[in-house]
């Protein structure tokens, strides 16, 4: 299919349903939706509208039930397991809404993991997984393991881990639903730090604060896309009104 260059990934159709306690739930129903390269877009709705299935769907962590993904013009939702995976650690970054840090391995191995299974190299991995570490704040603690350190710190160990083998897409989920509000806000500098250097980012977020800083927000019901904002068409809107906009569109009160 030929695409508009700047586009990164296009959903046509996406529909996932699951089979549960013998009956089907469908979680994402025929989504269609383009993510431009560079572009922050988030995505927001009520609890258990589909936004983790989305992102799952979306990123190839899990299988779309049916409907088209395709990445930088390649169509990947026909790729066998193995081919996805490498696809996934080569391409693809992904902040879990559980964080997911192995237990039983430092930080610095936590982060420099993914590195290895992109065949970065082990000095590279090493120079990469350092040079993050230093950015998110956390190189005194590389050697404890992620039940020795604060969520905060486990949160931005867990971007460091999304962001090693530099991913063109980043998926985060939740990000700062368990932080405080100072770490919060440090986990979304360094998101838009990294748009700002030219990654795609997809967040899911309950927080009108954090969806101010994006492009454009999606807004998820039942599975379904309910809406788009793009704040592009507001340039003349501080933060303030960008947050007044976004409560008026997701409550649907003006
Ligand atoms: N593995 C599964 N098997 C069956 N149903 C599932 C499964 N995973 C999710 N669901 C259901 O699919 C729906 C969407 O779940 P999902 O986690 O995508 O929602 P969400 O919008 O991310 O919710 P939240 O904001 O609470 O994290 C929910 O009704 C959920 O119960």
Redesign the pocket.
């Known amino acids: 299919m030929p695409l508009n260059p700047s586009v990164i990934l296009k959903a046509v159709h996406l529909c996932k349903t699951?089979?549960?306690g013998g009956e089907q739930?469908h979680?994402v129903r025929n989504v269609s939706l383009d993510i431009r390269e560079g572009e922050f877009t988030v995505i927001m709705?009520?609890?258990?509208?589909?936004?983790?299935?989305?992102l799952y769907v979306l990123s190839g962590m899990d299988a779309p039930t049916s409907g088209e993904i395709h990445f930088e013009g390649e169509r990947i939702d026909r790729y066998k397991e193995k081919k996805m995976a490498a696809f996934r650690s080569r391409k693809i970054g992904y902040v879990y809404?559980s964080i997911n840090l192995v237990p039983d391995l430092t930080l610095f191995e936590n982060i420099a993991l993914p590195g290895y299974i992109a065949g970065l190299g082990k000095a590279e991995t090493e120079k990469r997984a350092a040079e993050l570490m230093n950015e998110m704040e956390i190189s005194p603690l590389r050697r404890r393991l992620p039940s020795q350190v604060s969520g905060g710190q486990q949160q931005r160990a867990a971007i460091a881990r999304a962001l090693i083998h530099s991913p063109s897409l980043l998926f985060a989920?939740?990000p700062t639903g368990s932080l405080n509000h100072e770490h919060g806000v440090a986990v979304l500098d360094i998101l838009t730090a990294c748009n700002r250097r030219g990654q795609s980012v997809v967040m899911?977020t309950?927080d009108i604060k954090a969806a101010a800083r994006a492009d454009r927000l999606i807004l998820?019901r039942d599975?379904r896309i309910g809406g788009e904002l793009h704040f592009g068409e507001f340039p003349e809107a501080n933060a303030a009104q960008r947050e007044e906009m976004i409560f008026a569109f997701v409550t649907g009160k003006e």
């Open positions: 699951y089979a549960a739930f979680a709705g009520d609890s258990g509208s589909g936004k983790s299935t989305l809404q989920d939740e899911v309950h998820i599975g």
